[in-house]
């Protein structure tokens, strides 16, 4: 399943006997998850027949006619989990895609079970996609968080962090949330300035990816440098340096004492695209 072609219903899940039907319908498939992990088959998510899983149905769409839903199986051990990260490394993009559509949700009911204006238990609603307070009223929507994440360049020299948890030898593209009332502009300035102490300008959009840890929606930029001497400057990081071309060849290559994030990670592609370049 690529995710384009998945055909989320967003129109008719509203329609509570049209989703009766398609939970009924004996074609109707699904993904057993947790908000971490979800269960594969031979290298490709199992779609398994959602009769055969205990647990609400969440609805993630259509694919042609045939429905396909997520089961959180938080509690049930099956075989064949994997943790997503795991998982994503060998899935094809949209394969991860849907897995990371079907954890984040499921996810986000663990989290959520009562309602944030009253503390009511709340009912879930069209599919999986609402939560509704029987008490006050409320509608309560799956979250995602936009972070930003930008490789700063200047010239032949690429700025990235290191963490203080990643593996020894890892630095990537600067990356923060993006605060209330930010354009996503103002959000690489802060976070650059945050956490390097470096000043950009030209901030350009790229591409995006889910990233259900929990639930985030990762936005990359590329930046020109603009001024500031780079060095630390909060707590997230533990180094920040300028990387040459040649280091960061080597680093993609696998050789030299620094290392990239895997390449199922968007500032992977940011940081391929700026060594490719002349
Ligand atoms: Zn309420």
């Known amino acids: 399943v690529n995710a384009p072609t998945l055909d989320r219903a967003g129109a008719r899940r509203s329609d509570a006997r049209w989703l009766a039907g398609i939970r009924a319908d004996p074609s109707a498939r699904a993904l057993a998850v947790t908000a971490d992990r979800v269960c594969l088959h031979d290298g490709r998510l199992a779609q398994l027949p959602l009769a055969e899983l205990d647990g609400e ?3 993630l769409g ?3 006619a045939t429905p396909l839903f997520a089961v959180d199986v938080t509690g049930h051990p099956r075989t064949g989990m994997a943790g997503l990260r795991e998982a994503a490394a060998m899935l094809s993009r949209g394969e991860a895609g849907l897995a ?3 954890s984040a949700l499921a996810g986000w009911h663990r989290r959520h079970p009562f309602c944030a204006a009253c503390g009511s238990a709340t009912a879930v609603r069209e599919g999986g996609h609402v939560r509704v307070c029987p008490r006050c ?3 309560h929507h799956p979250r995602t968080d936009p972070v930003v994440i930008t490789l700063v360049a200047d010239g032949d020299r690429a700025l990235l962090g290191r963490q203080p948890a990643w593996p020894g030898g890892r ?5 923060g949330f993006v605060e209330p009332g930010e354009t996503l502009e103002e959000a690489v300035a802060r976070e650059v300035r945050e956490e390097a102490c470096v000043e950009v300008a030209e901030p350009r959009y790229r591409a995006s990816q889910p990233w259900p840890f ?3 929606l990762m936005l990359a930029f590329t930046a020109r440098y603009a001024g500031g001497e780079a060095r630390v400057g909060d707590a997230e990081l533990e180094d920040v340096r300028w990387f040459s071309r040649d280091e960061l060849r080597a680093a993609a290559a696998g050789s030299g004492p620094f290392a990239l994030p895997p390449p199922i990670a968007i500032a992977r592609l940011l940081i391929g695209e700026w060594i490719a370049r002349p």
Do not use: N
């Open 57 to 59: 149905p969440l609805l």
């Open 137 to 139: 009223g409320a509608v």
């Open 100 to 102: 990371a559509y079907a």
């Open 171 to 175: 630095y990537s593209a600067l990356a």
């Open 214 to 216: 929990p639930s985030s």
């Open 62 to 64: 259509l694919v042609g």
